[in-house]
C-alpha cells in the first residue's frame, strides 16, 4: 500500500503504516548508503538505522512499498537443527571436550622430549632450564624449539595447535562450525525520493510546542523497546518529564491495518514498563471503546486533521504531566 497525502486546507487523508514510522529514519542516509544487515547478540540478525534495530520484516515493509530495494545479499550462519541465529561459541579441548583451556607459550625439549609452558623451563631471562630432565637449553633448533602458542587441557593435559570450536544455539544445540547452515539476508538501498511522513511532522510540531511549556521534557522520535523475547516495538513518539520521571508513550491507528497486533503490543507495553501510553485512534475501527484512565488514553478522531490531532495530543499531555 503507498503513502498516500492529500492536504485539503490542513486536513490529511492517509494511509497510515507502522513502516511510515521507519522512513523518518532515512532522511538522513545518503542515496548511496547501503543497509547492511547485522549479527545482534540480543536480536539475532538486524539493521541498525541512527542507533535504532529494524528487522527484516519491516524493512521488506518499505521494499514492498518501492521505498527500498535489494542490491545484494549477506550471510549468516544458524543452527541447523531449528534455524536460530542466536548462538554463542564453546572453545574446547578436542580429546576430552573440556572448557578448561590455556593458551600460553610453549618449549620442546629434543632430547627428551618434553613439551611445556615456557614458564616451567625459564630460570633466568634467556635461560632455560628442562624441568624433566635438568639439562640447560642453550641453542634454539639444535637444544630446543619453540613452536609457538599452544593450547593445554588442564583436565587431561593434553596439548592442541589449535581448540575445537563449538557452537550452542539458544536452544541448547550444539553443533561444528562447518555444520551450521546459511541464510542470506537482503542489503538495501533507498530507492525513491524520500518524504517526511505524516508522524513526523506531527513530532516536529510538538517538539517546538513543548519546548515553550517546559525545559524538563524530552521528546524522542521513534524509540525501539523490546516487549517479549524476539519483539522489538517501536513507539512513534515518546516524551520524558525528567523532574517526576512520567513517561509517556504516543501512537496512532489510523487505518485497518494490523489493528489486533498493535493493541496486543500497546497492552504489552503497559504491563511491562512504567508508562502512560496515549494512542490517537480513527473512531470507525473499532465497535466498543478502549480506555484505562490510569496508564492508557484513546483519542478518538473521525478524520484525520493534522491540527486536531496535535491540539488534542498537547491538551492530554499536559493533563498527564501537570
Known amino acids: 500500500m503507498q503513502l498516500e497525502r492529500l492536504h485539503v486546507g490542513n486536513e490529511v487523508n492517509l494511509n497510515y503504516q507502522e513502516g511510515d514510522m521507519i522512513i523518518g529514519l532515512l532522511q538522513g542516509i545518503k542515496p548511496d548508503e547501503e543497509l547492511i544487515p547485522i549479527y545482534n547478540p540480543v536480536l539475532g540478525i538486524s539493521y541498525k538505522i541512527k542507533g535504532i534495530d529494524l528487522m527484516l520484516e519491516q524493512l521488506e515493509e518499505l521494499e514492498n512499498r518501492g521505498i527500498l530495494e535489494r542490491v545484494g545479499i549477506k550471510s549468516f550462519p544458524i543452527c541447523p537443527f531449528c534455524n536460530t541465529s542466536l548462538f554463542k561459541p564453546n572453545i574446547v579441548c578436542p580429546s576430552c571436550k573440556s572448557p578448561s583451556l590455556i593458551k600460553s607459550e610453549f618449549l620442546v625439549h629434543y632430547e627428551c622430549n618434553y613439551i611445556g609452558e615456557i614458564s616451567e623451563f625459564q ?17 634454539v633448533g639444535i637444544d630446543y624449539g619453540r613452536p609457538g602458542k599452544l593450547y593445554k587441557c588442564k583436565k587431561c593435559n593434553e596439548i592442541n595447535q589449535y581448540p575445537l570450536i563449538e ?28 518524504k517526511i511522513p505524516f508522524i513526523t511532522e506531527i513530532y516536529e510540531e ?54 489486533d497486533k498493535k493493541i496486543i503490543n500497546i497492552f504489552k507495553t503497559i504491563l511491562k514498563f512504567d508508562v502512560i501510553f496515549i494512542l490517537v485512534l480513527r473512531s470507525d475501527l473499532v465497535d466498543t471503546e478502549i480506555f484505562n484512565p490510569k496508564k492508557f488514553t484513546v483519542l478518538y478522531i473521525k478524520k484525520i486533521e493534522k491540527n486536531e490531532i496535535i491540539a488534542r495530543l498537547l491538551g492530554a499531555i499536559f493533563n498527564k504531566i501537570i
Not at 630460570?123 to 641453542?139: A, G, M, S
Not at 562447518?178 to 541464510?183: F, G, K, Q, T, V
Not at 519546548?211 to 522489538?232: A, G, M
Open 123 to 139: 630460570k633466568e631471562t634467556n635461560i632455560f632450564v628442562c624441568p624433566k630432565c635438568n639439562r640447560q637449553l642453550k641453542r
Open 167 to 194: 557452537l550452542e544455539c539458544t536452544n541448547n544445540h550444539i553443533f561444528k562450525i562447518d555444520e551450521a547452515e546459511m541464510r542470506q539476508y537482503p542489503i538495501y538501498k533507498v530507492s525513491i525520493q524520500r
Open 206 to 259: 510538538l517538539k517546538t510546542a513543548l519546548k515553550y511549556f517546559s525545559e524538563n521534557l524530552t521528546i524522542k522520535y521513534l524509540e525501539s523497546i523490546k516487549i517479549d523475547e524476539n519483539q522489538i516495538y517501536n513507539i512513534p513518539i515518546s516524551i520524558t518529564e525528567n523532574n517526576k520521571k512520567i513517561k509517556i508513550f504516543i501512537d496512532f491507528i489510523l487505518d485497518e491495518k494490523d489493528i
